[in-house]
């Protein structure tokens, strides 16, 4: 008896089924979806593969393939649960779509595995307190990331290396050479007894009669329901019209007829806040998955799904993967945000693709939500290739706020401020008279955008990256928000020696800056990587704006989505020049959503709200119809750029991207990728086929790293994945026979 495996750790060259031997003694155990313990390859290291076919015939090739003999599995690997039929079809399907090897797809059906639960890897400080300070008020250390470490340790003391990595954002790099250099030290500690479940105490949260919009869109999902087929919707509903009610009552009527459901959410929105509205109104039947939980939690909540406890899962994008066997209802709320697309992982997965491919496995539905969709996503639903739902009214009947654009090249010179326009001033002023919130939006965190040399005009860059520095107040510290290069901000121009600098745009801190110095009894919260890393540091900031009736929230994009705030009425939009001069096809669709999203934050409640947007360039058609709240407006001449540029939805493109520390080096493996690419249409016969030049991305280096990319275009999706699948071979190939280290990756947009 034999068995046909693919490696869990693998890559293009090794993605291969390999074929062991499977002793007697587990011959009656062993059965597809299994993970087995084998020795791979001439020096027979330790590898794991999953059990693909079975082969129970006793023949004589079964000892030999090929003429090796061939060796015997080790052994079951128990320390994971096997996959279903079901799962591994979706790992062809993930494998197909994404390009990427089996194990790689497999990996994100797995059971979590718990090791060695008793003892935790623990991180102090090396060093006396009083030396740490020292470390941070001068230029000893010159990495954000350590320093960032080293701060945490002061306010934190000792703690756990996956807690610092996760909450705190550092790098396990960082710590290494924390730890190298004497700073820190690890030890193993035991790891504390109690385990705080997810069930949580909640109150109840009773339902609303649903108006006519809200009725009309939770009758069409019930429909969809019980037709028992795949469907797509798309529920389009303005800010505030009550989607998240349509949710929870489609949710409790899949409930009821003893379905299961997902409910993705962006991660920022994923707040215990939002999380108690789905205990208090479906009871714990919920379970929560989200990348902060520890891996014990993960294997709690994971194990509470495999066993049938739990008939909804809320998370965000991984949650897609959750292990029930059937899926009746998946709701994708928000579903613009760019965070359901997986960046920096092996497989580049969109959670709404997984989504619909299970959906498409289960006969089920996929509703997508949002009041500002992808122009993909709306063109499908316009073009009646998806269902459509809109939703045009605030659910508490309140209007839409009044948005104003200020033109910012007007108001420079008698300008009180010069971060905020007068008419803005006067309506902060206003509004902190009166005793109401405020929200303002900006794109960047930190002090200023730059520290721009009064005399000579230099502007502090970093040297790795070629990206401007943006200066924090904090520490008086340059820092590159590419690679976390920092120094301390000098006094004097390193360039001419004498000026002195200005600095030039504004970020979060600026901001906050200003609104104590124009109204200096005022308290304000400010909101940004900055502020919220920490477990539930977020959460913290939001109730002390909230209960405490704080009268600004200074804070970046991760403001403009999930939150209720009744009491804010005023939104002001800082720069809104800094969203629409990004260098991506879908730039403006991003500044659109963005400048919407952030407006509709005002008057939610009774009290009705007003928003206003500063911007140089206010004839852009982003921002004057974000500003109308014209989401239509905004979609007509997006989708006519869109079609004459050759961009989704009517062109499929792949990026091949790529990066090395020898930018000659990149470009000539671009140049090469570039006439593989040519070569393999021609052999192929793929026609009408757009490849690009190699061309740098808009990070053009990072780390050292210079990043180029190659675009491909074409309206066949089919032709393109094609494409791309036997670049591949020929991309692995040039790696080889480049002088420089290549790293690539190849993305694929429907
Ligand atoms: P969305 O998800 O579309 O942004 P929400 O579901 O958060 O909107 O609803 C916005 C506000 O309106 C919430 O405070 C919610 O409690 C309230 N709301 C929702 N549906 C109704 C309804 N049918 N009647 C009264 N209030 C409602
Ligand atoms: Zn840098």
Known sequence: MTVDIFLLESNIDFELKYTYRVPENISGEIAVGMFVNVNFGVHNSKRIGIVWSIDRSETPENAQKNGYRLKNISGINYDYMPLSASQMRLCEKIKKRYLCVTGDAVRYFMSPKIKNPKKVKTVSLNIPRAHAEEVLSTNTLRNIGQIKIIETLLKTGDISCSDLIKDYNVSQSSLNTLCKKGFLKIYEKEEAKKFEGTACKYESYPAHTLNDEQENAFLHIKKLLEAHAFKELLLHGVTASGKTEVYLQSIAEVIKNGGKAVMLVPEISLTPQMVKRFYGRLGDCVAVLHSRLTDKQKYEEWMRIKRGEVAVVIGARSAVFAPFKKID???????????????????????????????????????????????????????????????????????????????????????????????????????????????????????????????????????????????????????????????????????????????????????????????????????????????????????????????????????????????????????????INMQEYNSSERAFQLIAQVAGRAGRAEKPGRAYIQAYNIDDYAVQSAAEQDYEK?????????????????????????????????YDFGMAVFDAAKAVCNENSLADIEILKPARQPAQKVNGWYKWRVVIKCESFENILNLADKL?????????????????????IK
């Open 329 to 579: 209802l998946f709701i994708i709320d928000e579903e613009q945000e760019p965070s359901y697309k997986a960046e920096d992982e092996s497989v580049r997965y969109h959670a709404s693709d997984i989504a619909v491919m299970r959906a498409e496995e289960n006969n089920s539905v996929v509703v997508y939500g949002s009041a500002t969709p992808r122009i993909s996503t709306y063109y499908r639903g316009r073009t009646g290739e998806i269902d459509y739902v809109k939703m045009e009214k605030r659910a508490s009947h309140n209007a839409l706020p009044d948005t104003t654009v200020i033109d910012m090249r007007e108001s420079s010179d008698k300008a009180v401020s010069d971060v905020f326009s007068p008419q803005l001033v006067k309506e902060l002023e206003q509004n902190y008279i009166n005793n109401e919130q405020s929200v303002l939006f900006v794109q960047r965190r930190g002090f200023s955008k730059q520290l721009l040399c009064r005399d000579c005009g230099k502007v502090m860059r970093c040297g790795k990256c070629n990206i401007a520095m943006t200066y924090h107040s904090k520490g008086n510290r340059l820092i590159c928000h590419y690679c976390g290069n920092t120094v301390i901000a000098p006094s004097n121009c390193p360039s001419c020696g004498t000026g002195g600098f200005d600095t030039r745009g504004f970020g979060t801190e600026k901001v906050e800056k200003e609104l104590q110095r124009l109204f200096p009894e005022s308290r304000t919260v400010r909101m940004d990587t900055d502020t919220t890393s920490g477990r539930d540091a977020h959460e913290k900031l939001i109730s002390e704006f909230v209960d405490q009736n704080a009268d600004f929230l200074v804070g970046t994009q991760m403001i403009a989505k999930g939150h209720d705030f009744p009491n804010v009425t005023l939104v002001g939009i800082v720069s809104a020049d800094s969203l």
């Open 634 to 666: 905004f979609y007509k001449n997006e989708i006519i750029l869109r079609e004459v540029l050759h961009y989704p939805p009517f062109y499929k493109m792949a990026f091949i991207n790529f990066s090395s520390l020898d930018d000659r080096a990149a």
């Open 728 to 748: 591949r071979y020929n991309i692995s190939a040039l790696k080889k026979m480049s002088k420089a280290d290549m790293r690539s990756n190849i993305d694929i």
